[in-house]
């Protein structure tokens, strides 16, 4: 069963006397409030400001089946280091991003690429329909989008989970919270049809220090047929925050990706 971070206690102590106007659901018998989740998950994500760790990869899509190793540094809110290995230790390349710009390394080629981070640059990086909050997601667990701050559509109990739906501009999202340590567990993206185009998993959650963190975390891409996951072996919280730096071979060829 997941471990509830001790974070969570205090924010449900604090809370739970300030939602009864709330719409809940009970589950063993416990009213569970999304005022308390969404506390409990923004104080847990707060306490991280700087992550680092290693694990691996791995992309599934209708062309391609790869996965490797990897090691990576982010910073929040704004920059990501990842440097991926292949079969061997065999270097297949590295990427720094932040929200405006990106450094690419393809070591096979020798060739360090930049350019603006937009959809159509990360598409050609890692081969999938990421945004770049998809990408720090993949790193640091789910979270409530920022538009989905009132009070949800409806809570219901499935799975042994607590489920809060949320109208979106896509059509509908759909939250699976642990009752135990009300994290999210997972995060269905539906459209206006209520056909599910995106699922987020989190999955083995550890406590490291004040803070609970995914150590399996899933994007499926339903339409397209496209996923990418990722297995942690081991993450440092809060290590520093010295300056990310991508090392380049002085030889390598630049190129720049237009927006």
Known sequence: MMRAAPVAAVVFLITLH????SPAVKFSGKPVSPHTARNVVNANHDLVRSLSGAGTISVETPE???????????HKPDSLLVNVEGPFGINVGSVLLTRDSFLFYNSFQNQVVSGPVNANNLRRIFRMELTFDELMTLFTGGSFFREDDG???SIVE???QVVLIYHSGEGRRRYFVDPVSMLITRVQHLDNFGKMFLEERFERFRTLGEVSLPRYIRLTQHTARRAVSVSFSTLDVNPGRAPLVLDIPAN???IRWKE
């Open 18 to 21: 300030g939602c009864a106007t």
């Open 158 to 160: 499935e799975e042994n």
């Open 64 to 74: 391609i089946a790869q996965s490797g190793s990897f090691e990576f540094q982010l």
């Open 252 to 254: 390598a060829k630049r």
């Open 151 to 153: 009070d949800p559509e």
